[in-house]
């Protein structure tokens, strides 16, 4: 592997740990906070980082270029990933005044995050499926897999909670 491809995919893993871990203790927390907030920005960043260094590889090593589909659905995560990270530090802010308005805008952040998280994994796959000598996957099934896998995410993720009356 060179070492351009191996910075560009530990940035992208990067952004996959910092992404997840900011989603998942914003949705346990119930609150969004400073650490949440910079985790998201960091998985942007990383994200970011990984995906320019990749095209750089790809334009001037006069290989055959990514799948349109893959470079599509990546630019749309980089920026859902840009309005979510500036949405957060948004609701931050805002939350910080504790009022009724500030409350609300949180709780339906909360449901975005994981939305915006699941839209962002779609790629994230493709190009792990598509990538990856050893699996080398064609386009289409890529594609197909990263839909069904996000699409039973989805399922348990964004299902309402079954509440449970205590008596």
Request: charged share 10%; aromatic share 8%.
């Amino acid at each position: 592997m060179s070492p351009m491809l191996m910075i560009a995919s530990l940035a992208i893993t990067a952004a996959l740990v910092f992404y997840t871990i900011g989603v998942f203790a914003e949705r346990r927390a119930g609150h969004l906070n400073g650490r949440h907030l910079a985790l998201f920005w960091a998985g942007l960043a990383c994200d970011t980082t990984g995906t320019t260094v990749m095209t750089i590889m790809a334009r001037t090593a006069g290989s055959e270029p990514a799948p349109a589909i893959h470079g599509i659905t990546g630019l749309l995560a980089i920026i859902l990933m840009l309005f979510h990270a500036g949405w957060a530090t948004l609701v931050y802010v805002r939350g910080r005044r504790h009022d009724d308005k500030a409350i609300a805008q949180e709780q339906t952040f909360h449901r975005f995050s994981t939305i915006v998280w699941l839209l962002w994994l779609a790629p994230y796959i493709i190009g792990l499926l598509v990538g990856i000598p050893m699996i080398h996957m064609a386009t289409v099934p890529a594609v197909v897999l990263s839909v069904i896998i996000v699409a039973i995410l989805s399922f348990f993720l964004l299902r309402p909670a079954n509440k449970v009356a205590r008596t």
